[in-house]
Nanobody, 119 residues
Framework: QVQLVESGGGLVQPGGSLRLSCVAS????????MGWYRQGPGKRREFVAE??????TKYADFVKGRFTISRDNAWNTYLEMNSLTPEDTAVYYC??????????????WGQGTQVTVSS
């Protein structure tokens, strides 16, 4: 059973920072890429950032220069969020391409962590 567990969300004032973490656990061969999505109140889930092969990153235009995605040598990914605004308020979801058997990749989601930006 593969699981993605996020942590690090919370309440922060505008202009503040948060660091989200996502830990992948379970039995699998490797991970092709990990990323973050978010879903704000009354909005559709949207792409935030991804990292593939541990180094290639991609960001949504609305977070460039403010958010940084990284991954460590274990199956963990992080999202450093700076200069947060109320528009960043959302549930943030971790996403990963899990390869349990070579040649077969499945998409997994975490349960989400709430980020609220408010004064």
């Amino acid at each position: 059973q593969v699981q993605l567990v996020e942590s690090g969300g919370g309440l922060v004032q505008p202009g503040g920072s948060l660091r989200l973490s996502c830990v992948a656990s379970g039995s699998f061969f490797t991970i092709s890429g990990m990323g973050w999505y978010r879903q704000g109140p009354g909005k559709r889930r949207e792409f935030v950032a991804e990292i593939r092969s541990g180094v290639r990153t991609k960001y949504a235009d609305f977070v460039k220069g403010r958010f940084t995605i990284s991954r460590d040598n274990a199956w963990n990914t992080y999202l450093e969020m700076n200069s947060l605004t109320p528009e960043d308020t959302a549930v943030y979801y971790c996403n990963a391409g899990i390869i349990r058997t070579p040649g077969y990749e499945d998409n997994y989601w975490g349960q989400g962590t709430q980020v609220t930006v408010s004064s």
